[in-house]
């Protein structure tokens, strides 16, 4: 199960009013789009049609509370 994210920034590039997109695949195929904007952080599974949106807040909680720090 490899993934491929590609996103390579090496300064703070401030978001404004352009979202910033980013594909991630798997094996091969699309996972999901993650959309990144000022007002929230926004997930489109693969093929879907519905997009899964937090506030930035809200998506804050769920990492604190699901995710787990680096290795």
Known sequence: MAHSV???IDHELPVGNVDLKVVVEQDGERLGV???????????PGKAKRTWSLEWERFDALMRANGHPPR
């Open 6 to 8: 590609g996103l390579k």
């Open 34 to 44: 993650l959309k990144i904007s000022r007002g929230s952080v926004d997930w489109k």
